[in-house]
């Protein structure tokens, strides 16, 4: 079993997707109550069988596909724009994303915003990806899954979820949404479409 060193800034989410992880996982693993609050300095035990730490690729050249096979949808960002133009706002941020999904699939996820990730990770249509929300957020239609969003009661409890515009800063769900990374978000997962 391995051990990692927490270090300023480190987060259980970012933690667990350097290591290939979850949040979950790393929880249970070292008895951590709140995922929200660990302490710099602290050793955590990584589950066997991670994938080594790596470098992040360089940020998106405008492609949708890059050396390591990550790409986007744009068709899926497309039909996420439109249906945030149909739902009357927050509140229904899984079912903006089920109806793009089901727009450009066929099939349709049931899920609030928390367990979305599940049911996404076990599809068979859906790829985990590992890398930060800032290289997500370049690249047009991935879908950003998150534990708990404490911007509203309901985020704490159900989480929130979008998908990607790929301008750097833009999600859609129920609405759009301009500027991702400075909501106070964890456990966070990025899945890509499977073509």
């Given at each position: ?95 903006g994303v089920e109806m793009a999904i089901q727009k ?56 929130h979820t979008a998908i990607t515009w790929g301008d ?28």
């Open positions: 079993m391995s051990t990692y060193t927490i270090r300023s800034g480190d987060t259980l989410s970012g933690i667990a997707a350097r290591f290939h992880t979850s949040v979950g996982a790393l929880a249970r693993l070292n008895h951590i109550a709140n995922p929200n609050l660990i302490y710099t300095g602290h050793k955590l035990r990584i589950p066997d069988g991670f994938d080594a730490p790596h470098q992040p690729p360089p940020a998106g050249t405008g492609h949708n596909t890059n050396a390591q096979g990550i790409h986007g949808s744009p068709a899926l960002a497309h039909a996420s724009r439109q249906v945030a133009a149909q739902l009357p706002g927050s509140g229904y941020c899984a079912r450009v699939t066929g099939w349709r996820p049931y899920a609030n915003a928390n367990q979305l990730d599940n049911v996404l990770a076990h599809s068979g249509r859906f790829k985990e990806l590992h890398i930060p929300l800032a290289q997500a957020l370049k690249i047009p239609g991935l879908v950003l899954t998150w534990e708990h969003s404490n911007n509203s009661a309901a985020g704490k409890k159900y989480g750097g800063h833009t999600t859609s769900s129920d609405y759009v949404q301009s500027s991702n990374p400075g909501y106070n978000r964890t456990g966070l997962r990025i899945f890509q479409l499977v073509h």
